[in-house]
């Protein structure tokens, strides 16, 4: 039996990668599958894009316009509207490889399978080497696993309808649009490993990212960004008894104030931030 797709796009205030975006996704086959994409809030030319590409749509498509920042309530509203057995979710800079829904359906054919990861590559040569994962080994994740970020991206990542509804989707106090302005993929693929799912990454799916950052500025702004969200996901991690103390490990042994002082003060920062959430979350 063939699994259907919804492919789920949130974006905000970028038309111009959105229409390259909604282009490439123009030349992949039809089939069982719908495009879903979620404007945040946008005060540019986004709802016309998103208009005209619906107009001459080649697949079932449909439009959500909702107010105010929020990666994680955007996807989620999108997910709510969804028909799909997966959700497969990708970034409106991102251009999907024309095999890309086939692929996706292929290495979801385990049912054990909550999550999928696939390859992220850069499109543009020129941009930095970054947000990209090229690695063509495949992984597999077992039921409650410590995910390290990194290994699966939110630019190609996909989840079973059945995983993301028993964890309550994503966490929409982390990502961008809060002050964890990431995390919110792998804070996402770690619930649904603990609530006993399998994972994987895997090559087949492929998306290109065109994500336009250049120079040492830019991939400094990043980086701080990632760290921040990184100790906001340990931080979580920490209140889950079986991962407590892998994630405890991992964030010991790569902590250095010598030499990442920075790093480190701002995943403290994360964690700091991800506090309210964590005392929220604790049974009384």
């Known amino acids: 039996m063939t699994l259907t797709v919804s492919l789920i796009i949130a974006t905000r205030d970028r038309a111009d990668s ?26 540019d030319s986004t709802r016309q894009v998103m208009e005209a590409f619906g107009r001459d749509a080649p697949i079932p498509f449909q439009m959500i316009h909702k107010s105010g920042p929020g990666l994680s309530e955007a996807r989620n509203r999108g997910a709510a509207v969804a028909r799909g057995e997966l959700l497969a979710f990708t970034d409106d800079d991102c251009y999907p490889a024309p095999d890309f829904i086939e692929a996706l359906r292929h290495a979801f054919e385990d049912p054990r399978l909550g999550f999928v990861g696939g390859r992220v590559l850069l499109h543009d040569p020129e941009d930095l080497p970054i ?20 290994r699966i991206h939110g630019a190609n990542m996909a989840v079973r309808r059945a995983g993301f509804d028993q964890v309550g989707g994503f966490g929409t106090w982390i990502g961008p649009g809060t002050k964890m302005a990431s995390g919110e993929d792998v804070e996402l693929l770690a619930r649904i490993s603990a609530a006993g799912w399998e994972g994987a990454y895997d090559p087949r ?80």
């Open 205 to 284: 799916p492929v998306v290109y990212h065109h994500h336009r950052r250049r120079g040492r500025e830019a991939l400094k702004s990043l980086l701080d960004v990632y760290a921040v969200g990184r100790g906001a996901y340990y931080a979580t991690l920490l209140t889950n008894p079986k991962l407590r103390w892998i994630t405890l490990k991992t964030w010991w042994r790569n902590t250095n104030l010598k030499r990442h002082r920075r790093r480190s003060a701002l995943e403290l920062k994360g964690a700091w931030y991800a506090l309210p959430h964590i005392l929220r979350r604790r049974p009384r």
């Open 131 to 150: 947000t990209i994962q090229a690695s063509n080994q495949p992984v597999r994740f077992p039921p409650v696993s410590f995910l390290l970020p990194g």
């Open 18 to 43: 959105l229409r390259a975006c909604l282009a490439s996704i123009a030349q992949l086959d039809p089939g069982d599958w719908e495009l879903i994409v979620v404007d945040d809030g946008s005060t």
